[in-house]
């Protein structure tokens, strides 16, 4: 397969605990998008790399959320000290600068449950 | 203000039938403009990009105003499978904005 891939597909915590995503995004492509997504809202954009820098982080992303991708292919996020209303689908999207449009190509997702 | 504005909907239709969503954006600078659908807890997939001058793809028409910044979206001939939530995309700078989506049940 080779689309963009996330693990894990479903996280389950306890309040006050760390977890960490990881997101493949398709081998060429040299921009990577994180997103979050609650029910009935769109995706709300938490921030973007162009190959290994990350170049725009969104006003959500608070300090406890923290985002790499060293070598410019899969990428992690990671929220500290996790809490209730972290509770979402994180989205991990890829695209190709100066492809068609600026198409972005999404990852099945990861479902965090904060209990 | 939101950066793009979609009606929630939920849109019920009966199969054959033609509906249109529409999409409002804030910022005169965007530059890109998409069409997603996304199935119920999955994740969204590119319908379609908007281009200035309108476009097609099958039953699918979108069409963009930049006067008005307002883009819509025409669906000819539902089928059952057009059951999904339609997300807008705008992309403004490095930012992608998405509406929160129009729900569409095609009814048989």
């Known amino acids: 397969d080779t689309g963009v891939s996330q693990d894990p597909r479903h996280k389950i915590t306890k309040r006050g605990q760390n977890v960490t995503f990881r997101c493949d995004p398709i081998?060429?492509?040299?921009?990577l998008y994180w997103y979050r997504q609650t029910l009935g809202q769109g995706p709300e954009f938490l921030t973007y790399?162009?190959?290994?820098?990350?170049?725009?982080k969104s006003r959500l992303l608070s300090d406890r959320f923290s985002a790499e991708r060293p070598k410019g292919s899969f990428s992690t996020l990671e929220i500290q000290r996790t809490e209730q209303g972290d509770s979402a689908m994180y989205l991990c999207a890829s695209s190709l600068a100066g492809g068609p449009s600026n198409e972005q190509f999404f990852g099945p997702g990861t479902r965090l449950t904060v209990l | 203000r939101k950066e793009v504005e979609q009606d929630p909907g939920p849109f019920n239709v009966p199969e054959g039938a033609t509906v249109a969503f529409n999409c409002t954006y804030s910022?005169?600078?965007?530059?890109?403009f998409f069409w997603y659908r996304q199935d119920c807890r999955k994740e969204p997939k590119l319908l379609m990009s908007?281009?200035?001058s309108g476009n097609e793809d099958g039953r699918f028409t979108a069409q963009l105003n930049r006067a008005s910044q307002y883009i819509s979206l025409l669906i000819r001939d539902s089928k059952l499978s057009d059951s999904a939530t339609y997300l807008c995309v705008v992309n403004t700078g490095n930012q992608f904005y998405f509406g929160t989506g129009t729900s569409l049940t095609v009814i048989p």
């Open positions: 081998s060429e492509h040299n921009r």
């Open positions: 790399f162009q190959n290994e820098a990350q170049l725009e």
């Open positions: 908007v281009y200035s």
């Open positions: 910022n005169s600078a965007s530059q890109s």
